[in-house]
């Protein structure tokens, strides 16, 4: 495989065999492992900066020129993927998938904090102006002292666009589609930090109303879950696969990397 279109994800929540058939085109993947302590700013550091997305690829694809290179994040690792953004290999990404991760601390009171939001503004204003992509999502657990992914979509969305308003559905454009998933009960152990032992059954996704501007795509689930457990836990078995068929792999199947001023290279 000597030129494939990259992704980059962590080892704990990585693109699923099911997903990568999605693919046509020929695609490989970066997995990350958990950095030691949740330490992913030292990670980012050590793979090498200001470069570390070409010395990743070097070092888990060798041989591979990349392509088209997408981001993967879910809940913590999302911290890996804003590194990633702020280094100097961030403007040559062409695709960030941020699954329920992208929190702050607060300032300012319960301010979301602008300091840390910097790389994903960044990244989606060239997303609104649909030369990248990014993906948002988010459910709605409320953390205890610092933003939540609520929170951040919504000062993300609000930014952007200027608005709080969800799109209207026969204005999102390009369109998306219907985002649908068949039921699906999450089994949520008990303990100290998740309550009781309990399933939840989701009969589809919870979607709160869609949010899209050109290439910025921001999805809010309800919570089905009272604690939200499940519901974080539900993001990362559902909706980050149904992302990444439905959204990533539609696009990079549908644009040729060949066309120039169409999709974005490292290699």
Known sequence: MPEADVIVAWSFATVPPAAREAFQRPTAYVELPTPPGRGYGSQVDALGWPRPIRTAIKQYLPGVTPRR????????SCHGVRNLLKSGDGGYVDAVVAIDGVH?????????DPNTMKPWLEFGRLAADNR???VATHSSVV??????TTETASYLWKTLTGSSEASVE????????PLTAPPRTI???????TGQTRDVLYPAPAWLPFKRRGGLVILGAKNLDG???ADHIYQAKV???????EILAARWNAIDPDDPGVACYIG
């Not at 290179?69 to 809940?75: E, I, K, Q, R």
């Not at 702050?104 to 979301?112: A, I, L, M, R």
């Not at 089994?187 to 930090?193: C, Q, R, S, T």
């Open 104 to 112: 702050t601390p607060y300032v300012n009171g319960k301010q979301v």
């Open 239 to 245: 909706v980050l696969p149904l992302v990444l068929t």
């Open 187 to 193: 089994h949520v152990p008990g303990g100290p930090a």
């Open 132 to 134: 990248r992509l990014f």
């Open 227 to 229: 604690p939200g457990t």
């Open 170 to 177: 026969g204005d999102i454009d390009p369109p998306l589609p």
């Open 69 to 76: 290179v997408a981001v993967l994040g879910f809940s913590e």
């Open 143 to 148: 953390p205890p002292n610092y933003a939540s």
